[in-house]
C-alpha cells in the first residue's frame, strides 16, 4: 500500500513577485528547494494565509540566495506581491518507508530566510 504523506513544508513565505505574464510557475530560492528537497517542476500545493486562494502549480529554480518566491502564469492572480504563503510537496511512500518517515518543516521569516527546521507538528492543543 502506498500512502500520500507531507514531503516537505515551507511555512509562511513571502511572496517577493507575481507575473502574471511569466511562463506558470512559482520559483522559489534555490537554496530554499535545495534544503526542502522540493526539486526543479516538481507539483506543489500553495495555501495563501492571505486570501484563502489553494492552487497547484509546478517549482522552478530562482538565483540561490535571493529570498524569491515568485507566483508565474495565471497563478499570479491568486498571489500579489506580500501576500504569506504555505508551499507544500508530497510524495508517496510505501509501508517499510513510512516507518522512518519524517517530513521536513521550514518556517521561514519575513525575507524568506530559514527561522528554523522541524520534522513534527506539534500536538494542537484543545
Same mark, same amino acid.
Given at each position: ?21 511569466y511562463e506558470g510557475s512559482c520559483a522559489i530560492d534555490g537554496s530554499l528547494l535545495d534544503l526542502s528537497g522540493i526539486r526543479e517542476y516538481q507539483q506543489i500545493?500553495?495555501?495563501? &494565509? ?17 529570498? &524569491? ?58
Amino acid at each position: 500500500m502506498q500512502s500520500t504523506m507531507l514531503q516537505t513544508k515551507l511555512h509562511r513565505a513571502t511572496v517577493t513577485h507575481s507575473e502574471l505574464h511569466y511562463e506558470g510557475s512559482c520559483a522559489i530560492d534555490g537554496s530554499l528547494l535545495d534544503l526542502s528537497g522540493i526539486r526543479e517542476y516538481q507539483q506543489i500545493e500553495i495555501y495563501n &494565509v492571505n486570501n484563502g486562494e489553494r492552487f497547484t502549480t509546478y517549482a522552478i529554480r530562482a538565483e540561490n540566495n535571493s529570498g &524569491v518566491i515568485s507566483v508565474n502564469g495565471a497563478a499570479a492572480r491568486r498571489a500579489a506581491e506580500g501576500d504569506i504563503l504555505i508551499i507544500c510537496a508530497y510524495s508517496n511512500y510505501n509501508e517499510a518507508e513510512l516507518a522512518v518517515f519524517k517530513p521536513r518543516l521550514i518556517y521561514l521569516n519575513e525575507s524568506n530566510g530559514v527561522k528554523e527546521t522541524k520534522n513534527a507538528i506539534p500536538v494542537q492543543a484543545a
